[in-house]
């Protein structure tokens, strides 16, 4: 908790549950009304009178009432805490994580608050409308055009003022690889890869998201990469379903001569559990045959259940494009915390409609 006494004799606390303000000395205080619920950790007087208050999740508010009021000062230095402030001379300095300073001018005027708050509405407007249009695909989509949905939201959200430090939406391509990398491939592991695959790693290969907060898409698709994430079957039941045996049937040196592993990629997308860990994307391919395989999400540490991500790449492809941009969407619109309080998306509606 931090306090100040105002020019006028106001004394003024701020903490964990909001402002509280005294005109008596101390013997009643009142709660104020905000235009946020974060925590407040700082608070500091202008020479004039005007108030600034800083907390966590880079909020800075700004009182020209003695402390009635406040209003939300917009900026983007920082999303994370902001510690402390202290006037030096006619301004206010403002203290943050890594370091960071930010000087409040006197000559600082809070904008029309009623304005801000329609912009930001209008903007939310406008980011549902990209979303809905990003989301909207056919049934059998070509690689290129979903990843163009996920670029064209990026930009969108851009345009709209959404990405920021922190919760950028960042596209990363490679060069996708040749026929003959895919036949020395094949060749390498003793296995045609399936049409889908192939079709990814020549149009696609790889590529790298990062998307708001801390998640993130990347995938495996040099022929070096390929090579070195192609493991070893798994040797306990607990996977069988994967090789199309049963728990009694499953022996791992059956497996291990009629299937070959292929881990594509990996991600981590905060929309399932806060302590997620991530997935590998993986394909199980038989030996013997030739022809389209699942893709299966598999966790990292094999104690969480594994997932079936669609009949073939392009499914996966279209199931994971579209669940990035889901995600964005929640972050950007601020609904992350409600989603993480409900345990994850099964439990959540993102306001998108359709399969999640």
């Known amino acids: 908790m931090a306090a100040t006494v105002t020019p006028m004799g106001t004394l ?17 205080f009142e709660k104020g ?52 402030c202290k006037r030096y001379g006619e ?4 203290g943050g994580t890594d370091g960071l300073v930010v000087r409040i001018a006197v000559s600082y005027v809070l904008s029309d608050s009623a304005a801000i708050a329609k912009a930001k509405a209008d ?16 049934p059998c989509e070509a690689f290129a055009t979903a990843l163009a949905r996920l670029e064209g939201f990026a930009s969108a959200g851009e345009r709209l003022g959404f990405r920021q430090k922190q919760q950028d939406l960042k596209i990363d391509k490679g060069i996708p690889l040749t026929a003959a990398d895919i036949q020395a491939i094949e060749s390498s592991l003793e296995v045609q890869l399936p049409p889908s695959l192939a079709e990814f790693l020549q149009t696609i290969g790889h590529v790298k998201v990062t998307a708001p907060n801390s998640n ?13 994430h192609t493991g070893q079957v798994h040797d306990y039941s607990y996977f069988a379903e994967l090789y199309g045996k049963t ?48 893709v299966w999400d598999l966790p990292f540490d094999d104690t969480h259940g594994y997932e079936r991500r669609g009949n073939n790449v392009h499914e996966w492809f279209t199931y994971i494009i579209d669940r990035v941009i889901r995600y964005s969407y929640i972050f950007w619109s601020g609904r992350y915390k409600e989603l993480h309080a409900l345990g994850g998306r099964a439990d959540f509606d993102d306001g998108l409609g359709g399969e999640k």
């Open 123 to 138: 903007a939310r407007a406008d980011l549902r409308t990209a979303a809905l249009a990003a989301l909207a695909h056919g």
């Open 247 to 294: 728990a009694e049937t499953f022996d791992p040196r059956v497996v291990e001569a009629e299937f070959v592993r292929i881990s594509l990629g990996c991600h981590f997308i905060e929309d399932e559990d806060e302590h997620e860990d991530g997935d590998v994307v993986t394909l199980i391919v038989d030996r013997s045959k030739s022809g389209e395989v699942a």
């Open 33 to 84: 009304e905000l235009p946020t619920s974060e925590w407040l950790t700082a608070i500091e007087c202008f020479t004039d009178g005007r108030v600034v208050v800083v907390g966590r999740s880079g909020v800075i508010l700004l009182s020209s009432d003695d402390g009635r009021s406040f209003g939300r000062v917009e900026h983007e230095f920082t999303t994370d805490t902001l510690w402390c």
């Open 12 to 28: 003024l606390a701020v903490g964990k549950s909001g402002v509280f303000r005294s005109a008596d000395a101390g013997r009643r």
């Open 216 to 228: 993130k898409l990347t995938t495996w698709a040099t022929a070096y990469e390929l090579a070195r």
């Open 91 to 94: 301004d206010i300095f403002v």
